[in-house]
């Protein structure tokens, strides 16, 4: 078979390869391989090094992230599957740079419970390696190939307490959840293929969009293929591992899935909303629709009655996912300012996300819970987190001046100016649940500020420097993307479109 | 119908027959027999050794790892072989991608040896 | 009666749904997990079936992908279920209940 093979395709021709392009990958791979080397050599003793070379190594991918970007130009590599435009470079900094504020949260998590720590650094930089090749994806194969690689290794992180059944449980969950979503993707694919007979999205959106009405074969392939990545972005009525997961792992785990591997599900999703399937909007915007409304109402409405902070921002994470879904219900309409919209309030959540789980952990260090209750009087002790837990909630609660406003403001934006009777109500339903939202967010507030501490115990929370720094950092950020949202804007003006060459 | 569904009706056929006779002697031995189950009836018969304990009984957890191991390796081969059917037409190139990716796997490897896990505990 | 195309389909359609089904009914994580290797081998067949149909070389790659990828799944949900054997004897997904959800 194999013989056969060969003689059809013909003489193998070596394909270009343009080695600055693929620079940030190979970077975080030969990081990885090292960690992996260090690993072998020193076993234990390499521990303390861990997270500083895995910090290193991220650092280190922003820098071919930097020259590509000044270098402005449009890449693209085996016959389109690969792409690095601007879009891509802007996914690929969120990821690198939320991949490192998770080392700075988990190095004191990890190193003080009895944890393999030369693994963990290592399996994360496998996920974010996954999540930066998920950004330049732009074929079928390579899209699962990257989704394949972000989520394995998450699903050994989230059991990280090995020793602890709600972790185990966790893992379990998020495995079993996982692969059946990327079973059902793989065939929604195959099915693809099958109509169109390429794995490239762009030549895929060609096939498929070239007649009036979509065989049925199109319509299952594309509803497979959003429920596939419906799960990994936890939208209703997927997202019930969610909730589950987030309790069970490691907090630092918790965070990197909130915030890296749900942006990861965003990407995959854009890609082949914006290049494969954007001829067929007739099949996914009403779909889309409905998740996204679905998600903010649902979401919004169990996080209201939470008493676990962990869980509750699971849920406000599933009602997030609803608005980052509602511009590309619209795609077809406003491609760009879709697109913008999303790819803006991905990168305001990510950070405003990434330091609402940094306080967490803080807290953690003191009360040993995550208990909503337990927030009680914190300002009293901890003036710092306080305030800054505040910050992050009333971002994610989209009150201005900070980041989270702006996000809103680009989703409600896009929404309206498609101005279409499923943009409007998509709109309605941003702004209704904005304000059940805040009830919530609100709630956490009051009970930091107005109540006294449990017990009358105020020892002070000791936060480490790495901790510490992620915190200022996450802050910083929330606050100058939304006093500059203009910042935000400019960066984010991409377009997939146009970044599509062959 | 065609010739080659037809040599699968004959299988088919055999195979029906072969399940209903079963089926038939198993009634029939159903109506005929005296039914009195009492407690040593229903033991197993463990070469007149009286049965202890659980009949799941579990496998020692070690030897999974060994399998674990061989899934993984084993499976990657795969990307082995259409480089090697037409390993002349890749030539330098070729080698040198197969000699990374074979690296990569072998790292893999060191790491469970240097970890212990193929120590016959 | 030819072996059409349509054939395989139908065949990786219903192993499909039969591990899918399987995979929400059965409670037994290794039951899952061959459920989840079913899926998986439906969506390779369907994958060999279009590319044979369509005379096309992408179908046959596509499947060497899914099947690495899939042995990898495998071992890792096996390594998540012996760590949880090593804690406690022959746990169902439905003993696994400490977490509400």
Redesign the interface.
Known sequence: M??A??AEVG??V?PPIDWHAAAPELTLLAFG?LL??M??VW?ERGRKWAPALASIGLLATMVPIITLAVDGADRSMFGGAFVVDKYALIMKAVFILAGYIVVLISSNYISEGDYWENEYYGLLLSSILGMILMASARDLITIFIALELLSIPAYMLATWRKRDLKSNEAGLKYYLMGVFASAILLYGMSLLYGASGTTLLVDLNESISASDSPSAIVVMGIIFVIVGFAFKVSAVPFHTWAPDTYEGAPTPVTAFLSVASKAAGFVALMNMLFVGFIGRDDVYEPMIFALAAVSMTVGNLIALRQTNIVRMLAYSGVAQAGYMLAPLAVASDVPDSALAATVSYLVIYAVMNLGAFAVVIAVARKTRSAEIDDYRGLFHYAPGLTVAMTIFLFALAGIPPLGGWWAKFRIMGAVIEANTVSGVVLGVFVAVNSVIALYYYARIGAKMWADEAPDGDLTPVRVPASLKSALVLTVAATIVFGVLPGLVGDVTKVSLLAGVGG | ??D??RSYLTVGIFGLVGVALVGVFLGLGRILRPDHPNLAKNEAYESGVEPTGDM?S?AN?RY?VFA?LF??F???A??I??WA??LE??EV??LIEMAIFIF?LL??L??AW??GVLKWV | ???TTTWYLVLSASMFSIGATGLLVRRNPLVMFMCVELMLNAVNISFVAFGSDLNDVGGQIAV?FV??VA??E??VG??LV?AI??RR??ATADDLSVLRG
């Open positions: 194999l013989a093979l060969a003489d193998f070596r391989v992996t080397l690993d072998i076993l | 119908m065609s080659y569904l799941w579990q957890i999974y674990l899934v993984m084993d499976v990657e795969v990307f072989f259409p059917a037409r037409a890749y190139f070729g990569i790292l893999g060191i790491y240097r970890k | 009666m030819e072996l060497f099947l690495v042995a990898v495998v071992v096996l390594a012996v054997t090593r004897a022959d």
